[in-house]
């Protein structure tokens, strides 16, 4: 027998009793139970569980990542870890993604979603302003090239202008030619250079995702917020943020996770060594460079738990600061 | 139990469920062991012979791993290969090309199970001094010691230029074969030098005088490859040695405190600092990577630049007709020198290695007696457009203009040729360590004792690091 029978839950709500399940009726249930639950328990654990728990115990040992044994060395890659400044640099960017990224990305994302769906008043109510369509297909733009063509792209978008850059080009055309600067080139300006890449390359998802919210919301909240006379700033802060509150909470979360990585636009602008001056540096690269540059897999394993630790850490943060009453509609 | 009930509910399942995960959990141990565990495989070995005196079984297979970058792989199918299988031909050649060495043989030295050549070398390249120290390299003392290819009665190492074993000697005994021999110094356009009138500068106050000429010309004397400011580390390094003799050199790969504080390197990263400041480099350079900045040096936009003499071919798709690319070795910071003018920089380079797991190592050991013979590497030359390790074997061979005019210079050199081996041994130290204190040196962000600090720094990093095995020369 392989199909669950009703049988025993009509028995428990006291229904007629019917002929007792044998013991092949058992087996057949936890045979079906565990063929669908024993093989994506065991791929998990396989491909998802046992890797963590390797990261762990690699990041315990001095692993070169070229040999086949390994000496255990207890905590001695984390003394290490934090007494080296190139950590420090590198986690303090990481927390400037974390937080700068997510609140522009999402604020210009709920900004453009509003204005594509509601942001004109018009004859027949609310509704997009215009041109709204067209934008809505070119906020798209970016999340069709990949990472490292995107990466590869602004390295030269952000070039000197010995070099063609277009960004210092397009300085020079508007007469801004005492703000060009060797973007990449500078510690002062490189890291930045990839923040707004960053947001660049990630608004455009969040304005899909917050206008599909957006279009959900009943147009006739919004005439009533008309006839009651409320302002744009005013409709947007009390009626369409709160009701698609929960879309932006889910993007938060998912935002803080992304912006903690960071590795392929930083590998690829700035280079292994994290930019000018190293000051550009984020863990993601910290990590690839100890394992593939220097091959100490024990080291650059430890720094991949650090990352899994403050990652856990931030998501929890982040659902617990963004966790507020739900407007049903 | 005889039955199932409602209690089949959600406790039973969790219970199920940690039951499944209390599988997994030892499962995954041994799992934690895969990744960082390996068998080994067995070796086979010939009886060694006059006619071959490295014992290459003469029916085994031969797995080789050529790295498929700049020099492509057709100097080893076209060369190498074929002089192996007519002289054993009942043994199987398998070929591999690749370009990322470390993703397609990292897990296999793990194993135990690596093949028996590799060319490792390009952006994934194990560090060499990473794979002696967990003792994965076969000693290359015997193929040194065997009689060369062309003539029994001659070493192999004694067919090769001073220097070549040990760029490859890591500790006691050489573990890494290196066949391309690499000039490095300074390179301009020489037509456009005649154009103007310019002559090379064989001091470095003829340098700064004629930057000043060519600025005035309207072309940046210098440009470097930017982020990539190690290639700066080059002419700094030679000037120095060039000025306080080699010893300069010895000291800072010994990791000797102070070496880098040394007046000759002082002197010269002062000169080269001083380019910045009086204006003398391409503007942006600080931002370009090395294709950006080559690319502006090609372009005409910048006279000089530091390279290696793979600079021509690895520019060829740029160079503008009636660019005639030269060499010249760099400037003699003061008459009072302890190497002569022409004294350069080459460096035996393009490493290949045999692990030490290997299955048929001799035919590894045999592979590269052939690359050093007159013939193989004459082929080499030919292919790759690069100088080999061989003496004479380039003598006759029809070279592009930029490599015979490093060639000459090399010749001219004679015995004043330097090197050194801190970037080998110790990958770090030079990139990132070095490499961003120079790039802050001439950006002019620091001075030249913050840079002698900094590399300090680096140096002492190394040198108070237990688990970096040091190597001294």
């Not at chain 1, 879309?247 to 690829?268: K, N």
């Not at chain 2, 990958?427 to 600090?453: C, F, Q, Y």
Request: net charge negative; with cysteine; glycine share 10%.
């Amino acid at each position: 027998m392989s199909v669950i029978d009703v049988a025993p839950r009509a028995e428990a709500r006291g229904a007629p009793r019917r002929p007792k399940p044998g013991p092949a009726l058992q087996h057949g249930k936890v045979g079906f139970v565990l063929a669908f639950l024993a093989v994506p328990v065991v791929i998990y654990g396989l491909f998802v569980l046992s890797p963590y728990v390797q990261a762990i115990y690699i990041s315990l040992t001095d692993w070169s990542g070229l040999t086949a044994s390994q000496t255990f060395v207890g905590f001695d890659n984390y003394v290490r870890l934090f007494e080296d400044d190139q950590f420090w640099v590198a986690l303090k960017n990481n927390v400037i993604l974390m937080l700068v990224v997510p609140v522009v990305t999402l604020a210009l994302g709920l900004f453009f979603a509003s204005m594509i769906n509601v942001g004109r008043r018009g004859k027949s109510g609310i509704e997009g302003v215009r041109g709204s369509k067209v934008y809505r297909v070119v906020y798209f733009f970016p999340l069709v090239l990949s990472m490292a063509v995107i990466g590869v792209l602004f390295k030269y978008v952000f070039a000197p202008t010995e070099a063609g850059g277009i960004f210092n080009g397009l300085l020079g055309l508007v007469g801004l030619d005492g703000l060009t600067q060797p973007w990449l080139g500078d510690p002062r300006f490189a890291f930045w250079c990839v923040v707004v890449v960053m947001i660049w390359a990630f608004v455009g998802f969040y304005v899909v995702l917050f206008s599909a919210a957006m279009q959900s919301i009943p147009k006739d909240i919004y005439e009533a917020a008309l006839l009651d006379g409320s302002s744009r700033f005013t409709t947007f802060r009390h009626v369409t943020l709160p009701l698609v509150w929960d879309t932006v909470q889910v993007g938060w979360v998912y935002m803080a996770i992304q912006a903690m990585d960071g590795f392929a636009l930083v590998h690829i602008m700035l280079g292994i060594s994290g930019g000018p001056s190293r000051a550009g540096d984020v863990l993601g690269v910290a990590l690839y460079r100890s394992a593939f540059n220097s091959y100490r897999f024990g080291y650059a394993s430890a720094i991949g738990v650090v990352l899994l630790v403050l990652t856990l850490i931030i998501s929890v943060l982040f659902m617990r600061a963004a966790r507020r009453e739900r407007v049903e509609l | 139990m005889t039955k199932i009930s409602s209690e089949w509910s959600r406790r039973n399942f969790l219970r199920g469920a940690l039951a499944t995960g209390a599988l997994v959990l030892p499962g995954s141990t041994v799992l934690a062991g895969c990744a960082t565990s390996g068998g080994g495989q067995e070796q086979t070995e010939g009886e060694a012979t006059d006619d071959n005196p490295l014992g290459v079984p003469t029916d085994s297979t031969l797995e080789i791993y050529i790295f498929n970058g700049g020099f492509g792989d057709a100097y080893a199918t076209d060369v190498h290969q074929p002089m192996f299988k007519k002289k054993y031909p009942n043994a199987k050649i398998d070929h591999n090309a690749e370009v990322d060495i470390a993703g397609a043989l990292q897990s296999r030295f793990v194993a135990g199970n690596p093949p028996d050549f590799v060319n490792d070398s390009g952006d994934g390249q194990i560090p060499l001094g990473q794979l002696v120290s967990d003792k994965q390299l076969y000693d290359l003392t015997d193929l040194y010691d065997a009689p060369s290819w062309d003539d029994p009665n001659v070493k192999v190492r004694d067919t090769l230029v001073p220097g070549a074993v040990e760029s490859g000697v890591f500790g006691d005994a050489p573990y890494v074969m290196h066949m391309a021999l690499t000039v490095y110094g300074l390179w301009y356009n020489k037509t456009l030098f005649d154009e103007h009138g310019w002559t090379t500068p064989t001091t470095w106050d003829e340098m700064t005088a004629l930057c000043g000429e060519i600025k005035k010309a309207g072309i940046a004397p210098w440009t470097y490859q930017g982020v990539h400011a190690r290639y700066m580390n080059w002419p700094l390094l030679t000037m120095a040695a060039k000025l306080g003799g080699p010893e300069v050199l010895t000291a800072i790969d010994n990791l000797e405190p102070g070496a880098w504080g040394h007046e000759a390197v002082k002197e010269s990263a002062n000169a080269l600092a001083g380019l910045q400041k009086s204006g003398f480099i391409l503007d942006g350079t600080v931002g370009m990577d090395h294709i950006q900045a080559q690319g502006a040096w090609s372009e005409g936009k910048a006279a000089f630049v530091p390279c290696g003499s793979w600079l021509e071919s690895e520019q060829a798709d740029v160079t503008p007709e009636g660019f005639e690319i030269a060499f010249m070795p760099e400037p003699l910071l003061s008459q009072d020198s302890a190497m002569s003018a022409e004294t350069v920089r080459a460096q035996a380079g393009e490493p290949y290695i045999v692990p030490a797991q290997a299955k048929n190592p001799r035919g590894g050991l045999e592979y590269m007696r052939i690359m050093l013979s007159q013939e193989g590497a004459r082929g080499f030359t030919e292919k790759v457009s690069s100088l080999t390790v061989v003496k004479g074997a380039a003598d006759g061979v029809e070279l592009p203009r930029g490599l015979t005019s490093a060639q000459q210079g090399l010749q001219a050199a004679g015995d004043d040729v330097l090197t050194w081996m801190y970037p080998t041994w110790y990958k770090d130290m030079e990139n990132p360590g070095i490499n961003s204190h120079t790039g802050e040196l001439m950006a002019g962000r620091i001075s030249v004792d913050e840079w002698v600090a900094g590399c300090e720094a680096e140096a002492k990093k190394v040198r108070e690091d237990d688990s970096i095995t040091k190597y001294t020369r």
